[in-house]
Each structure stands twice: as structure tokens, then as C-alpha cells.
């Protein structure tokens, strides 16, 4: 039976009159019983109080008197707290547990589950498939690496895969019945409406916009199959897996074999037919957004008013016995081929195409190095001005223009800029607190190189 663990008359604070006062308190009594950090244990006194404040936030409120009930009318919201926290105590959401004059709360584990259930249920927030995708592939990479010590991990990936595909499944039929709703409904405002509350906010994964994109949350899906297959397919490491199963569930080695490749095979299955089931989503989510697209589009071209001028006109045409003729009262015809919608066109995939890697030719590697290699030479750094003054001064303590040397394109670059240290900002102070470079008025030609002033470079004195 679904129901056996739980009390027969659960159900009954919730289809009765007053069930929208119950379930506002049963919903905060959620967040009082699921603080981890606490006892689960609570006093009276307290689930007393978040009742009434439960009751404070509510915008109004009206307890019905039923026929089974024969207590008064509440009057104040202490009266309100304890009718409901009677009410929940009767129908079996809550225990009380006396010891000498303490009366404590409790909710038992079964009543805990299907609350937090109900919750969830009603909450029915954006789920974020990246970080479920990611979970599981890191728990079948550790069963990979630890089959004996982390096999049972396994199983987790399972469920979370049986999870994922059970969301899919209510993603899907959430949009066919909101499509029903929504092509039911006359009322332009009420399509758009329900199409951003219900789906947008409602439905739509968190991040539905990069399923079709190269980060997409799904490129992992290779990997997580490959596990999964590498499982089944090798003998040895489904043993070791099998024995971990063994081990954590205290089971016999059939059973846990068993046990292995349903997971194995459930895993398999559920990221084998992703594309097939995103694209029917997509086909459902298309429908929906060219629905709620048209009809803002015709919301923002319709006159305000037009209706009832148009009532106005017909009802002051009925007074007349003989029909007036109109001419030229529009100019412009109403209905015709210009007034057709035409339907937005679905943007279609690719068709797949063999993917073969371009090789690059040796001479085009060799002239991409000699590139790289002669943009490196042409940078100019404080190491390679500092190591070039440091090897042509050597153990000089001062030395000419004419007497440096260049040899490569690095010792140029050096060279040209030995009249710039001081402008090479403070990286470069450095090499002015080691060498002065003392100009003239003169210019000369450097080694058929450079024309510029004349100076020298003294070595500073070390103090």
C-alpha cells in the first residue's frame, strides 16, 4: 500500500475547509523541522509561536467551523495557533511526546519525508543540469580510479541519473499541459502572463540558453557513457565494484552483480537518449514561445477601444430601416493576404558533417617559429637591457658609443634603447642606480646602424 506508514486521517487536514491556513503553516513548520543545526525535537511553546507567526504574515484570514468541531470560534491569533496546532496534532502531522510537565513536538520520520515532498512539489524551482552532469561524472572518474574502496558511489550516480531523466520527463509534460492551458485561454493578457510566470520562471531549466552551445552541461555525456560501458564490459573491475556493493549492503555477490549492471544500464540509458528528448522539449517549448510571440504582437498592434466603436457603429446602423451606402469610410481593406500572420521559421540544426583534422605543412611551422622568434628578439625588457650593459661593460668602468657591439637583432634593440632608461619607467631603476648614460651634442653612425648622439655609459659607484 502507498499510504500503510502513514496516519489514516493524514490527508484531512488539507481537504477540508480551512485548508489554506494549514497549509501556510505546514510550509514554515518545513523550515522549522528541517534546521539541521538544531534538535529535531521542539518545545510546544515554540511551534506555538511560528504558527502565530506563521498567521501574522498571512493578508487574511477566516478558520470555518466545521461540523466535527465543537469548540468555539477562534478570536485572537493565540486561539487561531492552538486551533491549527490541534488540527495538525488530531490528523497525525505532529506527536506529542509529555515528560512530567514538558511537553515536546516531534514529526515522525514518514510525516518528515512527505512534507518535504509537498514542498519540493510546490516549489518547483529551475533545476541546474551542469552541476548534476558534473556530480556524476566525478562519482563514476572515483569508481574508475577505487572500484573496491569507492564502488557503492556508483549507485549515487544511478539515482542521480534516474532523477535526471525524471525531471526530463516532467519538463516535457509541464510544457504540454501549459500549452493546453495557455491555447484554451481568449485572453491575450492571461497567455503572456502564464507564459513568463508558468515557464519562464517556472519550467525552464537554469541553463537551458548553453545546452546548445560548446559549454554546454551535456559535452561530458561521452565520458559518463564510456564509464558506464567500460563497467559491464570488463570482468574484473565489475567484481571489484560488485564487492564494494557487497560489502556497504550487506547483500550476496549475485545480487550485487545485478544490482551493478541495472545501474550500469540505467546510467547508459538515460544519456543515450538526451538529444531525442531535448528535441521533443524544444518542439513544445517552440510551440509555446510562437504562441505567447504572436499574441504580444497583436496585443501591440490592436487599437484600444476598437471594440466598442465598432459595437457603437453596429448598434447605430439597427435604427436605420434601409441601409445607408458607405463609400470610401475605410480606405485600406481589413482583412486580405497583408494580415496573415506569417509564422516565425525554427532555426534547424546543422546537418552532420565528417570532421577531419587540417595538417599543417613543415614550412608553414618552421616560418610560425622564426615569427614568434623574431617578435620575442624585437621586445624589449629590462633582463635583456640589464644582461647586454652587464656583458659589453664587462669589467669597464666606462665605455664609448662606438665601442659597443651588435651582433643580433636583441643586442639592436638593447642598443637603441640604452638612451632611453630613464624613460622605461620604474622597472628600470635598477639599471640607472648601476650605469649613468652621459650625452654630447655630437652625432654619430653607429656601425652603419643608428645615427644618433654621441655618449657615454660610466659605471656608478657602489656606496
Same mark, same amino acid.
Given at each position: 500500500m502507498l499510504f500503510r506508514h502513514l496516519p489514516d486521517e493524514i490527508f484531512q487536514a488539507l481537504s477540508g475547509s480551512n485548508r489554506g491556513l494549514i497549509e501556510a503553516v505546514l510550509y514554515d513548520l518545513a523550515e522549522v523541522f528541517y534546521d539541521h543545526a538544531e534538535d529535531p525535537i521542539k518545545e510546544k511553546s515554540t511551534i506555538?509561536?511560528?504558527?502565530?507567526?506563521?498567521?501574522?504574515?498571512?493578508?487574511?484570514?477566516?478558520?470555518?467551523?466545521?461540523?466535527?468541531?465543537?469548540?468555539?470560534?477562534?478570536?485572537?491569533?493565540?486561539d487561531y495557533a492552538l486551533r491549527i496546532y490541534h488540527r495538525l496534532v488530531n490528523t497525525g502531522?505532529?506527536?506529542?511526546?509529555?515528560?512530567?510537565?514538558?511537553? *515536546?513536538?516531534?514529526?515522525?520520520?514518514?510525516?518528515?519525508?512527505l512534507l518535504r515532498a509537498l514542498v519540493e512539489i510546490s516549489r518547483h524551482g529551475k533545476r541546474n543540469y551542469g552541476a548534476t552532469v558534473l556530480s556524476i561524472l566525478s562519482n563514476l572518474e572515483s569508481v574508475a580510479k577505487h572500484p573496491k574502496e569507492r564502488g557503492v558511489t556508483l549507485s549515487q550516480s544511478a539515482e542521480a541519473?534516474?532523477?535526471?531523466? !525524471?525531471?526530463?520527463?516532467? /519538463?516535457?509534460?509541464?510544457?504540454? *499541459?501549459?500549452?493546453?492551458?495557455?491555447?484554451?485561454?481568449?485572453?491575450?493578457?492571461?497567455?503572456?502572463?502564464?507564459?513568463?510566470?508558468?515557464?519562464?520562471?517556472? /519550467?525552464?531549466?537554469?541553463?537551458?540558453?548553453?545546452?546548445?552551445?560548446?559549454?554546454?552541461?551535456?559535452?561530458?555525456?561521452?565520458? /559518463?557513457?564510456?564509464?558506464?560501458?567500460e563497467f559491464l564490459s570488463n570482468p574484473a573491475l565489475m567484481g571489484d565494484v560488485a564487492q564494494c556493493y557487497v560489502d556497504q549492503q550487506l547483500i550476496t555477490m549475485a545480487e550485487a552483480q545485478a544490482l551493478v549492471e541495472k545501474d550500469c544500464r540505467d546510467i547508459i540509458q538515460t544519456f543515450s537518449?538526451?538529444?531525442?528528448?531535448?528535441?521533443?522539449?524544444?518542439?513544445?517549448?517552440?510551440?509555446?514561445?510562437?504562441? !505567447?510571440?504572436?499574441? !504580444?504582437?497583436?496585443?501591440?498592434?490592436?487599437?484600444p477601444g476598437m471594440a466598442n466603436k465598432i459595437s457603437g457603429i453596429i448598434s447605430d446602423v439597427a435604427k436605420f430601416e434601409r441601409l445607408p451606402?458607405?463609400?470610401?469610410?475605410?480606405?485600406?481593406?481589413?482583412?486580405?493576404?497583408?494580415?496573415?500572420?506569417?509564422?516565425?521559421?525554427?532555426?534547424?540544426?546543422?546537418?552532420?558533417?565528417?570532421?577531419?583534422?587540417?595538417?599543417?605543412?613543415?614550412? !608553414?611551422?618552421?616560418?610560425?617559429?622564426?615569427?614568434?622568434?623574431?617578435?620575442?628578439?624585437?621586445?624589449?625588457?629590462?633582463?635583456?637591457?640589464?644582461?647586454?650593459?652587464?656583458?659589453?661593460?664587462?669589467?669597464?668602468?666606462?665605455?664609448?658609443i662606438l665601442d659597443f657591439t651588435i651582433e643580433s637583432v636583441e643586442d639592436l634593440v638593447c642598443f637603441d634603447h640604452l638612451r632611453y632608461v630613464g624613460s622605461l619607467g620604474v622597472t628600470a631603476k635598477k639599471i640607472e642606480k648601476a650605469f649613468e648614460v652621459q650625452f654630447t651634442e655630437r652625432y654619430l653612425d653607429v656601425h652603419d646602424f643608428v645615427e644618433c648622439r654621441e655618449f657615454n655609459v660610466v659605471r656608478r659607484s657602489q656606496a
Open positions: 506555538i509561536e511560528s504558527i502565530e507567526d506563521t498567521l501574522h504574515n498571512l493578508d487574511s484570514y477566516a478558520w470555518h467551523d466545521e461540523q466535527k468541531e465543537s469548540f468555539e470560534s477562534p478570536k485572537t491569533i493565540h502531522w505532529l506527536v506529542e511526546e509529555q515528560e512530567l510537565y514538558r511537553v *515536546s513536538v516531534l514529526m515522525t520520520p514518514q510525516i518528515s519525508m541519473s534516474r532523477d535526471f531523466s !525524471a525531471h526530463l520527463n516532467q /519538463i516535457l509534460l509541464g510544457i504540454r *499541459s501549459l500549452q493546453r492551458e495557455l491555447f484554451s485561454s481568449r485572453d491575450p493578457k492571461a497567455i503572456v502572463a502564464g507564459f513568463f510566470d508558468l515557464f519562464v520562471e517556472g /519550467i525552464l531549466i537554469a541553463d537551458y540558453k548553453t545546452i546548445k552551445t560548446s559549454n554546454n552541461p551535456f559535452r561530458f555525456r561521452r565520458q /559518463i557513457l564510456e564509464y558506464a560501458q537518449t538526451i538529444e531525442q528528448r531535448l528535441d521533443r522539449i524544444d518542439e513544445y517549448r517552440y510551440r509555446l514561445e510562437k504562441r !505567447a510571440a504572436d499574441t !504580444a504582437r497583436y496585443m501591440d498592434s490592436s487599437r451606402t458607405l463609400k470610401n469610410v475605410i480606405g485600406t481593406r481589413v482583412v486580405g493576404m497583408e494580415s496573415a500572420a506569417q509564422p516565425m521559421k525554427r532555426r534547424e540544426p546543422p546537418p552532420p558533417r565528417v570532421m577531419t583534422p587540417a595538417e599543417v605543412s613543415i614550412d !608553414a611551422i618552421k616560418l610560425r617559429d622564426h615569427q614568434r622568434r623574431f617578435h620575442e628578439a624585437r621586445q624589449v625588457t629590462v633582463t635583456k637591457l640589464q644582461s647586454y650593459l652587464e656583458r659589453q661593460m664587462n669589467t669597464q668602468e666606462n665605455k664609448h
